[in-house]
């Protein structure tokens, strides 16, 4: 079992940034495949990106690619996710979840991820 945990999530207007954090606790989380999605308001739950358990592959949604840098820190049990040149169309709520053996390459759907936090508001301002 592994439990998650997002923070950083707030207002923010366009054009700004913010760094999300997921912290995991139970079992080694540095052996899990690790991604963020996110939902808005009447919309499906949508991949963003996600990084494996060295940090060594990564895989962007395209809505994301150049904007959002996702990274990790396993002696802190930590992954987080930073938002850079926030749009409108990023506000949503956010979720980490996890998995393990899993290649970030494949590993990007909703339904390949066992684990879940219960996600942090982002909401961008135009």
């Known amino acids: 079992q592994v439990q998650l945990v997002e923070s950083g999530g707030g207002l923010v207007q366009a054009g700004g940034s913010l760094r999300l954090s997921c912290a995991a606790s139970?079992?080694?989380?540095?052996?899990?495949?690790v991604g963020w999605f996110r939902q808005a308001p009447g919309k499906e739950r949508e991949f963003v990106v996600n990084i494996n358990w060295s940090g060594a592959s990564t895989y962007y949604g395209d809505s994301v690619k150049g904007r959002f840098t996702i990274s990790r820190d396993n002696a802190k049990n930590t992954v987080y996710l930073q938002m850079n040149s926030l749009k409108p169309e990023d506000t949503a709520v956010y979720y980490c979840a996890a998995q393990s053996a899993c290649s970030p390459y494949t590993c990007n759907k909703e339904g390949d991820y066992d684990y879940w936090g219960r996600g942090t508001q982002v909401t961008v301002s135009s």
């Open positions: 139970g079992r080694a989380f540095s052996i899990y495949t």
